[in-house]
């Protein structure tokens, strides 16, 4: 059975950082890509960053660009997501998700397995 699960929110200030953890296991995580998806109070989920499988690739929603940064380690069958210069904006439950795919997507219906989820309160 397949299990992600995510840590490393919490409550953080304006400007601060935060890091990501997913662990997987119950696949060879090291052959599918995986990716963060982020849904706010009232919002509809969406995409934040997705990975390929040995993190040759790497994808961005637009308006993260240059503020996170999506990395795996393979051989910790673990995927990170850095969050720098955060914004209240960022508020949000996080999760991660591994797809079947080696390469890379967007599309949450491409993802089969999602992790519980972690908060991320960014304050004023």
């Known amino acids: 059975q397949v299990q992600l699960v995510e840590s490393g929110g919490g409550l953080v200030q304006a400007g601060g950082s935060l890091r990501l953890s997913c662990a997987a296991s119950g696949r060879t995580f090291s052959s599918y890509a995986m990716g963060w998806f982020r849904q706010a109070p009232g919002k509809e989920r969406e995409f934040v960053a997705a990975?390929?499988?040995?993190?040759?690739?790497?994808y961005y929603a637009d308006s993260l660009k240059g503020r996170f940064t999506i990395s795996r380690d393979n051989a910790k069958n673990t995927v990170y997501l850095q969050m720098n210069s955060l914004k209240p904006e960022d508020t949000a439950v996080y999760y991660c998700a591994t797809t079947k795919y080696r390469s890379i997507t967007s599309m949450s219906f491409e993802y089969d397995y999602w992790g519980q989820g972690t908060q991320v309160t960014v304050s004023s």
């Open positions: 990975i390929s499988w040995n993190g040759g690739s790497t």
